[in-house]
């Protein structure tokens, strides 16, 4: 049995993924802050999937703390992280940390559960990741990442956090290589709260938009590639990943907080 870790499981895409882990033999750890939505989708997936474990947990995705507090409760084994919680919201929130909530979320949510999980990880035979990125990424400004000193913008903070993602793809498969498998992708675009905040609507479905994360969970291509970009199921050249020195950077700045 695979042990397998989604994080912003109750949402559009998450669900989906949830769904598509549930048809094969794996107990699932459904991560989100609101216990609600996380027994309702741990109720969805035992009616047309009663043999499947899930065990939901609550944490907040956007907290140090709380996501180090996750990983002491889960004493397993985990085969596979998937990371796909995000948020975009119109107007610029603090965390209860002091941090911009997109950049803690989006950004730092990733680079948390990855260090705290990596003992984890590195007890599996063939652990992956899946950092759920987006193509919708570009103008990281590491000067500024939290928008202290720039006007906040939703978009551009969104598309900032998804270049990062993909360059904390680059770097911490890197320094894992031949450890851990850890691939970014583009899942699809879905109706959904964050599209909407965007103020996007959704050109394919939910379960349409899954499928990239879970060939990248499922497949060889999640274990035979790593530090790859993928899109519509395929790799996908990415130029973020030239940058070196900015990946390094941002490395960096992820483990200063």
């Known amino acids: 049995m695979k042990h397998v ?45 009663p043999d499947c474990i899930c065990d939901p947990f609550t944490a907040d995705l956007s907290s140090k703390q709380d996501i180090f507090q996750l ?7 985990v085969d596979v992280l998937i990371n796909n919680a995000a948020t975009a919201p119109r107007l610029r929130m603090e965390t209860s940390e002091g941090i911009e909530m997109q950049w803690a979320t989006n950004v730092l949510g990733y680079y948390w ?10 007890k599996s035979e063939n652990p992956r990741v899946v950092n759920v990125a987006s193509y919708w990424a570009g103008g990281l400004d590491l000067s500024d990442p939290e928008f202290k000193f720039r006007r906040y913008n939703n978009d551009q903070a969104y598309r900032q956090s998804k270049q990062a993602d993909r360059q904390l793809t680059y770097g911490l498969a890197e320094v894992f290589k031949g450890k851990i498998s850890i691939n970014a992708c583009h899942p699809g675009d879905a109706n959904s709260k964050l599209s909407n905040d965007l103020g996007f609507g959704g050109s394919v479905s939910a379960k349409e938009a899954a499928k990239t994360p879970l060939i990248l969970a499922t497949t060889n291509a999640g274990l035979d590639n790593s530090g790859a970009y993928f899109e519509y199921g395929a ?16 490395l960096e700045i992820c483990d200063a907080y």
């Open 113 to 122: 559960m990855f260090r705290a999980f990596s003992e984890h990880l590195l």
């Open 235 to 250: 790799p996908s050249r990415c130029r973020f990943g030239d940058d070196k020195d900015q990946i390094k950077h941002l």
């Open 5 to 49: 870790i989604i994080t912003g499981a109750y949402g559009k895409i998450g669900k989906e993924i949830a769904k598509g882990m549930a048809k094969l033999d794996c107990r699932l750890f459904l991560i989100g802050r609101d216990s609600g939505m996380l027994d309702q989708v741990s109720r969805e997936i035992r009616s047309y999937r």
């Open 71 to 77: 990983a002491s409760k889960i004493d397993v084994p």
